[in-house]
């Protein structure tokens, strides 16, 4: 049995995939930022699962994070990189895409996927484990809610090919990018799901199971690393 630490796991994706693993009978640690009821209830409510709150954007909250499920699990066989925040703009609107606003994306995306990766590597090396991050097609289209969020996305692709480079044979890095998923982060978007079930070859969007059952499949396939699979029914090869 596997011990997996799922970011962001109180909502949408993360959580589904922390239950995917979960069934299978591995050691979950749940992890969110604001919901820490949610997550301790979570944690109590599924077997050999725990919760630790962190915000992945902050070097000592990461430092923290990966201590505790140390503490706690003894080591650490797979980190799914799943946090992640966006903002709605325009791709027009150049001014309301801020300098600020690309900081808020990239801090969290980016640099928390990466600092927490890092602080999580000699525990990964260890155990011969796998990291799995959560991108997006956004980083591999023109497309997504604002282009800075794409453009920290795209950086999150690169960033997946370039650090399983260099941390094979004992490391595996992979990386999801989901299409439309419905999400409470999608929710409201009736347009661009209505548009997603009418182009993608599948004619319908995303569950976050769909995503999850390959964040699992990469996380137990030895032989492949350094890969970015849309998981968008079809989306980016009809558009
Ligand atoms: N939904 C989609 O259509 C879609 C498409 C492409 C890619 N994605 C990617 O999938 C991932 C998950 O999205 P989702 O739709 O499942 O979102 P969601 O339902 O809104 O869940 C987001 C989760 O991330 C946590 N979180 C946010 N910032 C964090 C931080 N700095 N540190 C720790 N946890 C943090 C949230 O915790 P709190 O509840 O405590 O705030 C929540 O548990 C994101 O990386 C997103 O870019 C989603």
Not at 44 to 61: G, K, P, R
Not at 91 to 100: F, I, K, P, T, W
Request: aromatic share 6%.
């Amino acid at each position: 049995m596997s011990v997996v630490l799922v970011t962001g796991s109180t909502s949408g994706i993360g959580l589904a995939t922390a239950r995917r693993f979960a069934e299978r009978g591995d050691t979950v640690v749940f992890n969110s930022i604001h919901s820490v009821e949610a997550g301790e209830h979570l944690a109590e409510s599924t077997a050999n699962a725990h919760y630790v709150q962190a915000d992945i954007a902050q070097a000592e909250d990461c430092a923290r994070l990966i201590a505790d499920v140390l503490e706690q699990c003894g080591r650490l066989d797979v980190l799914v990189n799943n946090a992640g925040t966006t903002k709605v703009i325009a791709h027009r609107d150049l001014e309301a895409a801020s300098v600020d606003i690309w900081r808020e994306m990239f801090e969290v995306n980016v640099f928390g996927t990466w600092q927490l990766s890092v602080a999580a590597m000699p525990a990964l090396q260890m155990s011969k484990g796998s990291i799995v991050n959560v991108s997006s097609i956004a980083g591999m289209r023109p497309t997504g809610s604002s282009i800075p969020y794409a453009a920290s996305k795209a950086a999150l692709n690169h960033m997946t090919t370039l650090l399983a480079k260099v941390v094979g044979p004992e490391v595996r890095v992979n990386a999801v990018a989901p299409g439309f998923i419905d999400t409470p982060w999608t929710q409201g978007w009736d347009a661009v799901r209505g548009y997603v079930q009418s182009v993608a070859p599948l004619r319908r969007s995303g569950t976050p199971d769909d995503v999850a059952d390959v964040i699992v499949a990469l996380a137990s396939s030895s032989y492949v690393t350094g890969q970015v699979v849309a998981v968008d029914g079809g989306l980016t090869i009809a558009t």
